[in-house]
């Protein structure tokens, strides 16, 4: 059974312009000693693009499955899932609730109104506050109490859930995008990506493997160690192996987390992160965002630093998107 025929029984909306570019970063390439790719879903192009367009076609095709008018999600403050949420939402029709969640601690003004924030407010979203950052399951009950309010009213929610005991319909985007990947280039040696719900990681992993590419893919950690995240990659790939069909065992062994680029935490800025936005802005004009693709590609080169990836090698980067982060951290990126 192929990827295509797999995906085929679950109900997805249209969100995707096109299939997004893989493109060599040639000076990088010179600098760093890699023959080095990059797969640029920060072009998926619904609301300045980014990786959760990919992951909201399957949430939102269940949701039109459903006759929902509202769709509710929970995220960080300048969190790019739920500005895309929004954004999605509004081409097909619906209102959106966002939930923002205190994970960043001590951030300046710019953190709450620019960015990803004031893009949500101009989609008209409506906007919640939930006080606790690490509270996968009470931030998912607070939006069922909004959600019982609509049902209330007459409307039909439909809740994105961000607890990891349900099931990761987002992950499918990205075993599409892993098949997507394989009809552009299927002969780099690994692949370095963001881990932070699970779902992008889980769903390339799994994608990869379901296609018949054995490349290592290395998570690296955006929001826990690399333990933690070893442990929720094992329950996102045994949920997604459950809905798609296929033996767990194909992609459990090969899970590998890396938070080398973690520190100081979620949603911050440490010296490694710094260096990476910039020498990626210096040396090919593209810009990352300081939440997940910063730390991507901190980690690339800190895998290769440590020798886990070798000179020589063709790797891909997967560009998650998130630029519109940026605007929301201008204190901290333009402090010496």
């Known amino acids: 059974m192929t990827i295509e025929d797999m995906l085929s029984g679950f109900a997805r909306a249209t969100l995707m312009t096109s299939a997004t570019p893989t493109e060599r970063l040639d000076r990088l390439s010179d600098q760093l000693g890699l ?62 609730v966002l939930q923002l969640e205190e994970r960043v601690p001590g951030m300046g003004a710019d953190y709450y109104r620019s960015g990803n924030v004031l893009l ?9 506050h939930y006080p606790t950052g690490e509270d996968e399951i009470g931030a998912d009950n607070a939006l069922h109490e909004r959600a019982d309010q609509l049902k209330a009213e ?19 985007g990205y075993v599409a995008a892993a098949a997507e990947l394989m009809t552009q280039i299927s002969d780099f040696e690994a692949a370095v990506v963001p881990s932070g719900s699970g779902s992008t990681h889980g769903g390339f992993l799994a994608g990869l493997r379901l296609a018949g590419q054995s490349a290592p893919v290395y998570g690296i950690c955006v929001r826990r160690d690399q333990h933690q995240q ?11 192996a459950d809905m798609l069909g296929f033996d767990p065992v194909l992609v459990m062994d090969d899970i590998q987390t890396w938070d080398g680029a973690l520190a100081p935490g979620y949603g911050q800025i440490g010296p490694a992160t710094r260096n990476a936005l910039t020498l990626m802005a210096r040396s090919e004009g593209i810009f990352l965002d300081p939440v997940y693709s910063a730390k991507t590609f901190a980690g690339l080169l800190g895998l290769l630093e440590q020798g886990v990836l070798q000179q020589g090698q063709k790797v891909i980067l997967l560009h998650t998107g998130g630029q519109p982060a940026l605007f929301g951290y201008q204190d901290e990126l333009l402090s010496p």
């Open 35 to 96: 023959d080095l790719w990059i797969k640029r879903d920060d072009l998926t192009g619904l609301s300045f693009g980014g990786n959760k367009t990919r992951q909201l076609e399957f949430y939102l095709g269940e949701a039109q499955q459903q006759k929902a008018d509202t769709i509710l999600i929970t995220g960080a403050v300048q969190s790019n899932f739920v500005r895309s949420a929004a954004a999605a939402a509004a081409k097909l029709g619906m209102d959106a």
């Open 120 to 128: 949500a407010g101009l989609l008209g979203a409506e906007h919640l």
């Open 154 to 172: 007459g409307r039909k929610p439909y809740v994105i859930h961000l607890g990891i005991d349900h099931p990761p319909l987002g992950a499918l």
């Open 230 to 240: 070893h442990v929720r990659m094992q329950q996102v790939l045994g949920r997604l």
